[in-house]
């Protein structure tokens, strides 16, 4: 069975940092690209960052460009996304996916910015 | 960026009714994803590369469009199928999500 396991989340100041973590199984992870997508309350989807398989590649939605960092580990089946600079636009739940014919997401975890 | 418009915003159907929603691209996609979410949970998958069903998806839904005009067919309306779904393509970076329809049952 695939599961996508987010951890990581809570309630922080603006200006904080926070740092998420995704534990992929039942898939060969080491082979897909992985995205982190957030969703504010209420509101639709936004695709906020994707690496590649072998993190040869990055990329990033321009509201967190120079704020989020994605990472992955494949050694350890994880995928991260680290983010500074806080603001209380990020308060959303944050999923991370690998969307396609064979699409995996996980339960999501919620990030609150709020002083 | 793709920018993906989806209409209707909201709309409302009753059982056994036929409901289509549609999604305009501001460029050409060479295909279409589409989810339905329902509150509280994970988008699930409905349709993939434009048409295909996904796995354990009724066949009351499908999917069609080419180029910059795609939707998502509900052929007849069902109580459980009161959700929002999402157009979604990724045939260029970034990945784009259309903004939401909302559907309810009359």
């Known amino acids: 069975e695939v599961q996508l396991v987010e951890s990581g989340g809570g309630l922080v100041k603006p200006g904080s940092s926070l740092k998420l973590s995704c534990v992929a199984s039942g898939f060969t992870f080491s082979s897909y690209g992985m995205h982190w997508i957030r969703q504010a309350p209420k509101k639709g989807l936004e695709w906020i960052a994707l690496?590649?398989?072998?993190?040869?590649?990055?990329y990033y939605a321009d509201s967190v460009k120079g704020r989020f960092t994605i990472s992955r580990d494949n050694s350890k089946n994880t995928l991260y996304l680290e983010m500074n600079s806080l603001r209380s636009e990020d308060t959303a739940m944050y999923y991370c996916?690998?969307?396609?014919?064979?699409?995996?997401w996980g339960q999501g975890v919620m990030v609150t910015v709020s002083s | 960026e793709i920018v993906l418009t989806q209409s209707p915003t909201t709309t409302a159907a009753s059982p056994g009714e036929k409901v289509t929603i549609t999604c305009l691209a501001s460029s050409s996609v060479s295909n279409m994803y589409w989810y339905q979410q329902k509150s509280g949970a994970s988008p699930k998958l409905l349709i993939y590369s434009t048409s295909s069903l996904a796995s354990g998806v009724p066949d009351r839904f499908s999917g069609s469009g080419s180029g910059t005009s795609y939707s998502l067919t509900i052929n007849t309306m069902e109580a459980e199928d009161a959700a929002t779904y999402y157009c979604q393509q990724w045939s260029s970076n970034p990945l784009t999500f259309g903004s939401g329809t909302k559907l309810e049952i009359k």
């Open positions: 996916a690998k969307p396609g014919s064979s699409d995996y």
């Open positions: 690496i590649y398989y072998d993190s040869s590649n990055k």
